[in-house]
């Protein structure tokens, strides 16, 4: 027999050997006594200091006793055992009366309305929060037709209301950009200094499922939706070239603001990495109020109300105070 | 033969391992007798401290981690629906669950990253009751059901907070079990 298999063999003997000696400390009790007065004569018990039980087997069945619950502990020859197995467990009625009265006077205390932990464990997670986020805009509709999807930025804050329920103000830079290749198509370009600018200002009720940190749920659910205004400003020039005649034309920005009505709605996640910061990430979806249309049928007076939509995801971090 | 010569040890060193692992992770000290009644709505009460004496005052869990594990007793037993309503500090509740704890040793995620091995581990033994309240002032409360439940986390991965969540999850599920059986058992009784 090789070395290893000896060194195998010897484990299995050691193993073999603990869990016969545990099999083994089993010890007899002439009475075992509870607190509630319950006793049990001449029974074999196996202390088990993991657990804080004493097991034994009573018309059959296991019983398992709580080291909690045991007065003490008496030994064939009537001599007090309880402290050599219930160890820094042992308990004299005395002191278990003294504890009873504890564990009221702390109930009382931990019911209280006024209990400090109680509050804190019920006030929101956070009384104010600063979400930063970079967001990817994507347009949608005719009114944003020469326009394309780009890399903005986005700063909000929210204010908790109750728990579950906040206010979310938003600022965000949407980074749509110009599309000279749809707004002219078949012209030749030869310089794009356009600037699209989008600007949305919203503010929504948000409702959050978390995340809470002392409760370890360091995931957490929102949804939101709102009311605000989205502004468009084109500002600089494009210099243009027509391949079939080499005429040159110029787009410039007008530079004048258009500010709509709009609305957003949202959800996201937010992953908490300490009590007071965190990442998340979400998706929004902004309808914005264009104007109306006159309606193509002649009996219609009324007209059409033409939105546009913004579809954005973002991802960023967040602070909570 | 050389073969098995050289593998059964380890087959057998691997048995024990594996249950040793799948043992279970509470001692019953007090069995459910009677199916619990379905419309009734239960409460969370108190978790005291029954560590011993010389128990150092720093490393006892905080008011917040009991307030975690009241909170994911609450929600286990809303899961299992075992009641009808779990309720936090319901004072008219037919059934309280109440506590001690009787180990806990915090641990350190990063002794737990670094080292491994066990060192570093949070563990905690509690003993949990279910109480079914008197109905009148001449009734006592009475211990329907009880056990001594442990936990440790040693993966780095894990919060150590875990221990509660996952106490809270075996008392709801050996709770729900034994319903189970209880009502197997009523049910064949009938059909007999």
Known sequence: MDCKIKKIYFLVFVVAVFFTASQVLAATASLIELFDGTTYENVKFRADKSYKVIS????????????????????????????????????????AQSEAVETVQKREDW?????????????????????????????????????????GFTGEILIAINRNLSLRGTVSKSGMQDDLNEIAPGFRIIDDNLKFNVWKYFISLQFSNG????????????????????????????????????????????GEGESKLAFTSGFGFVGLLSPSFGIEFGATLDMIMIGTRQNTVAFDPYGNVETALHMDFHVGLITFL | MNFWKRTLPLFAVMAILIAGGCAKNYRITHELEAPIDRIAIATIGEIVD??????????????????????????????????????????????????????????????????????????????????RRAKSPEEQDEVIFAGNFKQTVSDWTESGDKIFERVAKDFAKVLKKRMKKLQKEMNSGKDS
């Open chain 1, 56 to 95: 034994f087997k009573i018309d059959g069945k296991k019983k398992n006793i709580s080291f909690t619950d045991i007065s003490r502990i008496l030994d064939n020859n009537g001599e007090d055992v309880t402290a050599r197995y219930l160890g820094k467990y042992l308990r004299t009625s005395q002191t």
């Open chain 1, 111 to 151: 019911l209280g309305e006024t209990d400090p932990v109680r509050e804190k464990y019920n006030k929101p997670l956070w009384s104010v929060a600063f979400p930063v986020s970079v967001n990817f805009s994507i347009p949608a509709g005719s009114y944003y037709q020469g326009f394309k999807a780009g890399v």
């Open chain 1, 211 to 254: 995340p809470n940190w002392s409760a370890n749920k360091k995931m957490g659910l929102y949804g939101f939706g709102g009311i605000g205004a989205v502004s468009h400003k084109l500002t600089g020039a494009a210099i243009i070239q027509d391949p079939f005649t080499d005429s040159m034309f110029i787009i410039i920005g007008s």
């Open chain 2, 50 to 131: 029954m560590l011993p004496e010389d128990f150092e005052e720093g490393k006892k869990p905080t008011t917040e981690q009991i307030e975690a594990f009241k909170f994911h007793l609450t929600k286990q037993l809303r899961n299992k629906e075992i009641f009808a309503s779990v309720a936090y500090d319901e004072p008219d509740a037919q059934y309280v669950v109440e506590g001690s704890i009787l180990q806990f040793k915090k641990g350190s995620g990063l002794v737990r990253a670094l080292i491994g091995f066990g060192i570093g581990s949070a563990k905690v033994t509690t003993e949990l009751r279910l109480i």
